[in-house]
């Protein structure tokens, strides 16, 4: 069986001239979670772009569930690969957050029951339910992030990825958010800087810098490599340092 | 586009959509009998001759109904009323320069006919600017969309609509943000310079436009393929069309008769 | 200088509204045919910015007051005319619905006046006229000034000619015009030059975002068409109004011309125009004066006008006063009897 997201010395250069990825390589597996790290500017977000095709490499290649990502397999990569974006704002444009939830189930042709058993299950599944009629920028930052994460789990796709998830959340958010996160049964991606959520969640890591993979491994093993971390502008997490490394 | 915008103005437009999630009688009237109604209503109001005051006034009920049926405090219609009022106000003004001849003999006072005029554009300024700011008050901004939609308006149009309407907010706290900067940096001025406007709105637009890319691009993500979908679940009910018909009604017979001047010769009959 | 509703007849309320339902109609269709998907986002999100810019002021040099964005020639420099169109007709449409500028009525109008004109007319006649392809930063700040101006002047005469042909404000065309135009001429001057740093900015920030001005021909006949069929439309709506209030027009010129020295004496304060028009209707309550300078007119057409106008200022003591005593007292009662409804409805929604 194919791994769920293959990248083959992916190369990208933004219209501005802006090289943003050099040769990255990377394997994403059914059901792991994998965690993306690396300073700001190391080239996460546009890595992750390009697992649904949002943007399309310069050079090198990229596969979902084994169908090399092109223009003409566009949706194959957007109904197998989840996104969830940074700024929660950017992805609930509705004017509700049923609405919301409902989008991309209804642009996939669905039904109308459907839409609404996929939009019922949705939001059911981040404890959202009770927001369904709610305008989503009257919500708190905490509320956006769960819906967004529902309007992506609504279109029922294989891979889960996620854009700095943690950021802006209160700590009771962001406890809610590892819960649901370890909770998931999807291949997952997550790009962060938070690394204790990264030990909660993840079993593996990717450090990234300067658009170049320059470290993969397992979760502990990899982020209790103090020097290596600096190196690469990140730091070992607060909770390795109260538990002895294996 | 002429007026600068207050911050206060924009906890108002926050507020007013407060209103329209209430659950009354005439927030469950269709958004389209709404619309439908309220144009009916204003182009009936601005039919009448131009200096006509006591055939109007009837038709305050409708907004007097709507607003206290929809709970829609007055306070602020009115004040919304008086940032709206200047411009025809101002205009309006002239007629009593320009228009003096007399028209109306009350015993030994004379009004001249500018004077009547000014009067009754004042009061269709009340009635008709009300009637709109109710519209949306007893809707929402969704709702409105959607009706529209149904009753033909482009989808283009109406879902642009929707986008503007969301991201108000959002742009108009970035704004705020940027220029806070700036005024605690110099207090008590009005303006900025231009060279730090310039700059000002530049980034802003900037930063408008990378938001728009990224909407895009989630749009895409969930299946966007240039064509929005929307679901219109409600259907007509029977308070709808009768909604439209009753008021039709009372338009017509107001239009046609001057019901507050039979009503003054009818009680001064009765006194006298 | 938006229209407002309560100076708009529903004649011209109603061919305005016909004309921008078109306009829009046009444009929805040439940007449905260019498949542009992206702007879908990119209009509302637009929207949105022009109305924060609209918050920020800046002091203009010397004058002491201050300026800021209007946004039309500024959206149609980043977008192309037929998006630009409906963004502008969106703006205006929450302005009306949420702020009461302008007016429903009045929307027609205002997306006449602030919409075409600056996308339909000033972009593509003037700005990429000068543009010409790649965006330049001295061609383009004299387009974005010529074409602000000729905009906004277009814009106000545009107001002008509605108000007139809508016949509820007495304002003469001339005074009204020679008012208007001025303003908006600076109102022009100030916009261009906001419109000309800022797409200077974003050509210097971010160049790709530029639309490459001749990339999709723009004047084809229809908007041509369409502003024909306007200034038509326009031009019979004022011509049916003034008939109907020619004599009105006349009479109202010549007590002008009679009273020329005393209003240039005075001229300046309102206040001053106020109390001179009063005193005149105090002193004169049989309202003589009217007929004299009537029977001065210079063009032949005495007689029929000079019997109208008598009948006119016989009218009041014609009236019956009962009738104008009644639609006084009826109206008033009218409005108390509504106010109580109003109590009466606030309290029925909530025993339901
Ligand atoms: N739209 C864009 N145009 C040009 N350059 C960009 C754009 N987006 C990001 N970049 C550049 O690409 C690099 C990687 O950015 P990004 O993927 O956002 O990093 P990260 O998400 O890790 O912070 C940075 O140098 C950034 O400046
Ligand atoms: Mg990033």
Redesign the pocket.
Known sequence: MPSVIEIKDASYV???G?Q?LHAVSLCVEAGEAVALV????????????HMNGTLLATQGEVRVAGVEVSRLTLSHARRTVGMVF?DPDDQLFMPTVEEDVAFGPRHAGMAQDDVERRTHEALARVGMSHLRMRPPYRLSAGEKRAVAIATVLAMAPGVLVM??PSSNLDPRGRRRLIAQLRSFEHARVI?THDLELVVEVCTRVIV?DG?RVVAQGPVRELLNDEARMLAHGLERPHILRHQHPH | MAFPMAVERWLDVARMDELARQGTPVHRIDARAQTVTTLLFIGVVMSFARDELSALMPFFIYPVALMSAGRIPAASLLRKLAVAMPFAVAVGLLNPVFDTRPALALGPLHVSSGWLSFLSIMLRCLLTVSAALLLVACTGMQRLCEGLVRLGVPRVFAVQLLFLYRYLFLLADEGRRMTRGIELRSPGVRGVRFRVYVSLIGHLLLRAM?RA?RIYHAMQARGFDGRIRLQFTSPLRLADPLFVGGWTLFFAVARVWNLAEALGALLMKGVG | MHMADALVSPVVGGTMWLAACGLIGHSVRRIEASAKDHLVPLMGVLGAFVFTAQMINFTIPGTGSSGHLGGGLLLAALLGPHAALLVIASVLTVQALFFADGGLLALGCNIVNLGFFPAYVAYPWVYRVIVRGRYEAMRGSVAALAASVLGLQLGALSVVLQTQASGIAELPFGAFAALMLPIHLAIGVVEGCVTAAVVAFVARARPEVLPVADAEPVRSLRPVLAALLIAAALTGGLLSGWASSLPDGLEWAIARLSGTEEVSALRGTWHARLSAVQERTAVMPDYAFRQTPLSARPDGSDGASAESTTARADAPSALPLGTSVAGVVGGAVTLLVISWLGFVFRKWPRAV
């Open positions: 933004y219209p501005d802006t943003a690396g300073a700001n500017g190391a080239g996460k977000s546009t890595l992750l772009l940074q854009d700095e790009a990234l658009g | 990378a890319e």
